[in-house]
């Protein structure tokens, strides 16, 4: 079953990454996914205009019809993923089957979304 929440995260910014954290990308001005291995940053509506819908699950479950503004694998050694803010507030945490995860991001606006979709698989 897919989680959802509604956040308005300090600097329109959130993290995807295994449990451990992983290694955050280097920020790139104006760039909305950016990933390493181990970490994937996502940015979010401006916090200050409202908050954004997320939802995270299993692709099949959340997918949308358009193409993911994102598509990649991420490390998730301990089979688990969290969504956290830039201070480390783990948001939700969601058990994945493999080592190795493959995630697709939805956005409902190339610049600004106000709900994201994460399909994992």
């Known amino acids: 079953m897919p989680h959802q929440l509604t956040v308005a995260p300090i600097n329109s910014l959130l993290f995807l990454s295994d449990v451990d954290g992983g290694k955050p990308p280097i920020p790139v001005w104006g760039a909305k996914i950016l990933s390493t291995p181990s970490c994937i940053s996502f940015a979010c509506y401006p916090e200050q205009d409202g908050p ?40 939700v945490k969601t058990a994945v089957t493999n080592a190795r995860t493959h995630v697709a991001i939805w956005y409902d606006h190339p610049r600004w979304p106000e ?7």
């Open 52 to 91: 954004t819908q997320i939802t995270i699950g299993n692709r099949e479950e959340v997918a949308w019809t358009a193409p993911p503004a994102f598509e990649g694998e991420l490390e998730t050694p301990h089979r688990a993923v969290i969504i956290s803010t830039v201070d480390m507030q783990t948001l």
């Open 115 to 121: 709900r994201i979709a994460i399909g994992l698989n």
